[in-house]
């Protein structure tokens, strides 16, 4: 995954947090995602977010 994504598309995974990165979980294996760069995530069938990614993609752009 490259250091700049704007949007992500995400089907048949689950979504988890480890530390300021979105973690993807899919049948391939996990890949690591940074929630800074990120301003769209669409989520497709299949697709489950743990309450801590959530909050992460909430929270990522809120100034201190």
Do not use: C, F, K, N
């Not at 049948?27 to 800074?36: F, L, M, N």
């Amino acid at each position: 995954v490259a250091d700049e994504v704007g949007h992500l598309y995400v089907e048949h995974a689950r979504i988890e947090r480890d530390d300021g990165a979105l973690v993807i979980v899919d049948a391939s294996g996990r890949t690591s995602v940074p929630a800074a760069p990120l301003s769209v995530l669409l989520l497709g069938p299949g697709t489950a977010m743990t309450h801590a990614a959530v909050l992460l993609a909430a929270e990522v752009d809120q100034p201190a």
